[in-house]
């Protein structure tokens, strides 16, 4: 259900900003926390009674939400590269 390390290592590498960047840009954690929810998603179908994992999954959601108002009024163009690379917008 949760992610492996290795696979948050490959996402906030290709989602990083800097060389500096170690997952802390706003770009890493909205990839980051993309990949979580689809996981949660999925268990969610097959657990549509764990009242637990939906509230988290709604304050995941939540959270990508406001780093992606903060980035599309940070930087346009910048919103709309991610949204297409992460596929969330149709």
Same mark, same amino acid.
């Given at each position: 259900m949760s992610i492996t390390r290795a696979k948050k290592t490959e996402i906030i590498n290709a989602f990083k900003c800097s *060389?500096?960047?170690?997952?802390? @840009?706003? *770009? @890493?954690?909205v990839a980051v926390l993309t990949e979580r929810i689809r996981n949660l998603t999925e268990h969610m179908k097959n657990n549509h009674k764990d009242e637990h994992s939906k509230r988290g999954l709604l304050m995941m959601v939540n959270r990508r939400k406001k $780093? $992606?108002?903060?980035? =599309? =009024?940070?930087n346009p163009d910048e919103y709309e590269e991610l949204i297409k690379k992460l596929g969330l917008r149709k």
């Open positions: *060389e500096h960047d170690n997952g802390g @840009s706003v *770009e @890493s954690q $780093l $992606l108002a903060y980035i =599309k =009024k940070r």
